[in-house]
């Protein structure tokens, strides 16, 4: 049974730093693309990062919204990815989802796995 379990959440003040981790288990994600996804109260699910493998290595992407501040990684030997998120702003203020695929995409539907999510608050 594959499952996702995101953790390092939390409230942090504006400008702060937070690492977000997911963890994955029930099968090998070397070869799948992972990412990060985000929901903010009243909103939709929107894309924030992924990481997917390609002939020439690992390649990253970003919302033009993160671009800059945030930074996806991925420990193949833990099964785990990572999402380094530092001047943070109150609209960073969501949960974050992690999710894994055999292909990388911004929509929802491109991705097969995802977890539970972790709740981020960024506030004074």
Same mark, same amino acid.
């Not at 990684?73 to 099964?79: E, G, L, M, Q």
């Not at 894994?100 to 972790?118: E, K």
């Given at each position: 049974?594959?499952? +996702? #379990?995101?953790?390092?959440?939390? +409230?942090?003040?504006?400008?702060?730093? +937070? %690492? +977000?981790? /997911?963890?994955?288990?029930? %099968?090998?994600?070397?070869? !799948?693309?992972?990412?990060?996804?985000?929901?903010?109260?009243?909103?939709?699910? @929107? !894309?924030?990062?992924?990481?997917?493998?390609?002939?020439?290595?690992?390649? &990253?992407?970003?919302?033009?919204?993160?671009?800059?501040?945030?930074?996806?990684?991925?420990?193949?030997?833990?099964? &785990?990815?990572?999402?380094?998120?530092?001047?943070?702003?109150?609209?960073?203020?969501?949960? !974050?989802? /992690?999710?894994?695929?055999? @292909?990388?995409?911004? &929509?929802?539907?491109?991705?097969?796995?995802?977890?539970?999510?972790?709740? #981020?608050?960024?506030?004074?």
């Amino acid at each position: 049974q594959v499952q +996702l #379990v995101e953790s390092g959440g939390g +409230l942090v003040q504006p400008g702060g730093s +937070l %690492r +977000l981790s /997911c963890a994955a288990s029930g %099968r090998t994600f070397s070869g !799948y693309a992972m990412a990060w996804f985000r929901q903010a109260p009243g909103k939709e699910r @929107r !894309y924030v990062a992924a990481i997917s493998w390609s002939w020439i290595g690992y390649n &990253t992407h970003y919302a033009d919204s993160v671009k800059g501040r945030f930074t996806i990684s991925r420990d193949n030997a833990k099964n &785990t990815v990572y999402l380094q998120m530092n001047s943070l702003k109150s609209e960073d203020t969501a949960v !974050y989802y /992690c999710a894994a695929g055999p @292909r990388s995409g911004v &929509t929802d539907d491109i991705w097969d796995y995802w977890g539970q999510g972790t709740q #981020v608050t960024v506030s004074s």
